[in-house]
Nanobody
Framework: QVQLVESGGGLVQAGGSLRLSCAAS????????MAWFRQAPGKEREFVAS????????DYTDAVKGRFTISRDNTKNTMWLQMNSLKPEDAGVYYC????????????WGQGTQVTVSP
């Protein structure tokens, strides 16, 4: 079974930076758009950013534009999310997923990685 494993979360002060990683257990996701979602306590899971299979197209939710950068390296089966100028409202559990036709691929949700931003 293909797995996506997120890492890199932690506690950071507002204004700080974190770099999240998403490692796929196989090359199966290399042909798909990949995305990051996040879920804050008591809130619904929301889209953060996505990147096309070859990295040529990226998309961000307005709240993170200019602060977050998504990237991938298919030779390493890995995707990243560089998060700068973090705000308390960026806190939550971050998940990486594969996507096809605008929908999350079944079974691609991992355990997520926790991001905590102190004021």
């Amino acid at each position: 079974q293909v797995q996506l494993v997120e890492s890199g979360g932690g506690l950071v002060q507002a204004g700080g930076s974190l770099r999240l990683s998403c490692a796929a257990s196989t090359r199966a996701f290399n042909g798909y758009t990949m995305a990051w979602f996040r879920q804050a306590p008591g809130k619904e899971r929301e889209f953060v950013a996505s990147i096309s299979w070859n990295g040529s197209k990226t998309d961000y939710t307005d709240a993170v534009k200019g602060r977050f950068t998504i990237s991938r390296d298919n030779t390493k089966n890995t995707m990243w999310l560089q998060m700068n100028s973090l705000k308390p409202e960026d806190a939550g559990v971050y998940y990486c997923v594969g996507m096809a036709a605008g929908s999350v691929l079944s079974g691609s949700w991992g355990q997520g990685t926790q991001v905590t931003v102190s004021p």
